[in-house]
């Protein structure tokens, strides 16, 4: 069973950075599409950003491009997020997730997720 275990998150001002590390067990984590999800309170669980398998191609939402970058390490089993430019709106519980069925970015079906990071943007 694959598990995905997020970190990184914490406080943070406005217009500062952090970076968001989902790490995963499993042998086959080079095949996976991971996405990025976040979730604030009483909102709607929402798309950010996600990677293929090879790292090759990436997608984000369009409220996040040009300020978050994407990227895995498949030696390490481990996917990133760097997020520069945070606003205080985009404090969120933030979760990845994993799946193994090739589709496309914009299809936001995901077998499995980590338990999430909090991030919180003071204004």
């Known amino acids: 069973q694959v598990q995905l275990v997020e970190s990184g998150g914490g406080l943070v001002q406005a217009g500062g950075s952090l970076r968001l590390s989902c790490a995963a067990s499993?042998?086959?984590?080079?095949?996976?599409?991971i996405g990025w999800f976040r979730q604030a309170p009483g909102k709607e669980r929402e798309f950010v950003a996600a990677?293929?398998?090879?790292?090759?191609?990436?997608y984000y939402a369009d409220s996040v491009k040009g300020r978050f970058t994407i990227s895995r390490d498949n030696a390490k089993n481990t996917v990133y997020l760097q997020m520069n430019s945070l606003k205080p709106e985009e404090t969120a519980v933030y979760y990845c997730?994993?799946?193994?069925?090739?589709?496309?970015?914009?299809?936001?079906?995901?077998?499995?997720w980590g338990q999430g990071t909090q991030v919180t943007v003071s204004s």
């Open positions: 990677i293929s398998w090879s790292g090759l191609s990436t």
């Open positions: 997730a994993g799946r193994v069925v090739v589709r496309q970015f914009q299809d936001n079906r995901y077998d499995f």
């Open positions: 499993g042998r086959t984590f080079n095949s996976y599409t």
